[in-house]
């Protein structure tokens, strides 16, 4: 959790506590790979980051994370229900 340390210092946040949502895969994809769980919404979500990306490969070590999709925002309440 070295990432988690250096993005929130001073709130002492873990990213297993938040969640990161956008419609972009590449920025879920980032997110995934620090470790967190990303909620990608919609069907029209763009490019996934390519394996050679510099942010792709400083966090190649850490892909513990996740994605969830959803068709749309309006899903999120049931969904927070269940995780």
Known sequence: MLYTRCLFPSFSL?????L???D???YVDGWKNL?????????KNGRALT???KSMQ???KSKNGRV??????YELPELIKII
């Open 51 to 53: 394996a050679d990306a």
């Open 58 to 60: 400083i966090t190649e």
């Open 68 to 73: 969830i999709r959803l068709k749309s925002i």
């Open 14 to 18: 873990w990213l297993d506590l938040l």
């Open 20 to 22: 990161f949502l956008d």
């Open 24 to 26: 972009m895969i590449k």
């Open 35 to 43: 470790g967190g769980t990303a909620i990608l919404i919609g069907d």
